[in-house]
């Protein structure tokens, strides 16, 4: 899947070929090349750039001085190459949104987790990433620190609204579900207020999702559920509002903000000519 959605964005990017490096330099003319962190961060991307470059010109020698999960600063090379200039030069763009992406995601999700650790909670991610890009997401987010919630819809049981509606409430949904599928996997229900709480206390759910619950609500059903059932808040949570909502006493809090709207960090790939 990885490789795949690395062939794809090379060959969203060249096309038919690279018409300005193609007009300029030869098959034969060399070329040494810098990574360089505009900025502080997190880095990641470092192997999936290793990727890009490879498949583009497998000559090219990829010297990585900087590992995935490290914490660079402003002005840091992170990573060295050598090779044909057309092969560094058709590569550059791919390789770079990869690291700039995943190393955005990186450094966002150590703000986080940072914060949670202090309070003993568990920080996660949702399924808000970029069509195409969970695989890399996810892994982003585990290099910064935090931890992985669902893959897939075919990972674990999350009844939600919709799903409730449709049944005809958390009892029969719930009840649906493990006729289905048996005792193993854990159910998780979503509740928005204290009376679907207490709905989902009373069906065994193995863990609770508190859904856009303010944080004194947030904490009162966390009392209520009292360790009967793993907590978990998510919704609406930010970094602004992330430490108030760990002194709830949660297990876990989710941050669909680790992914869906992070900004990437600046990375640059400065050339020279043999």
Do not use: W
């Amino acid at each position: 899947m990885i490789d795949k959605i690395i062939k794809l964005a090379l060959e969203e990017d060249l096309g038919l070929g690279d018409i300005t490096s193609d007009n300029i330099f030869s098959d034969g003319d060399l070329a040494s090349a810098s990574i360089v962190a505009k900025e502080n961060m997190v880095l990641c991307g470092v192997e999936a750039a290793k990727t890009v470059f490879n498949y583009v010109d497998a000559g090219t020698k990829f010297h990585a001085l900087k590992k995935d999960g490290d914490i660079v600063k402003a002005g840091e090379t992170v990573i060295k190459l050598e090779g044909r200039a057309l092969g560094i030069l058709r590569a550059e763009r791919v390789a770079l949104n990869f690291m700039q992406r995943m190393s955005g995601v990186a450094t966002v999700s150590k703000e986080y987790a940072d914060i949670a650790k202090k309070y003993g909670v568990m920080l996660v991610d949702t399924r808000k990433s970029q069509p195409g890009m969970r695989k890399f997401d996810k892994y982003a987010v585990r290099c910064g620190g935090a931890k992985n919630h669902r893959m897939s819809l075919s990972d674990s049981v999350l009844i939600k609204d919709n799903h409730i509606a449709a049944a005809g409430g958390i009892t029969k949904a719930v009840n649906k579900i493990r006729a289905a599928i048996g005792h193993t996997p854990k159910i998780e229900v979503e509740t928005t207020n204290l009376k679907e709480v207490k709905e989902a206390l009373a069906c065994r759910a193995d863990i609770i999702m508190l859904d856009n619950m303010r944080p004194a609500q947030a904490r009162e059903a966390i009392q209520l559920i009292n360790k009967k059932a793993v907590t978990e808040i998510s919704g609406g949570v930010n970094k602004e509002n992330l430490e108030q909502y760990c002194k709830t006493g949660a297990d876990v809090i989710s941050a669909g903000a680790l992914t869906h709207s992070v900004p990437a960090k600046d990375l640059s790939l400065k050339i020279s000519y043999k």
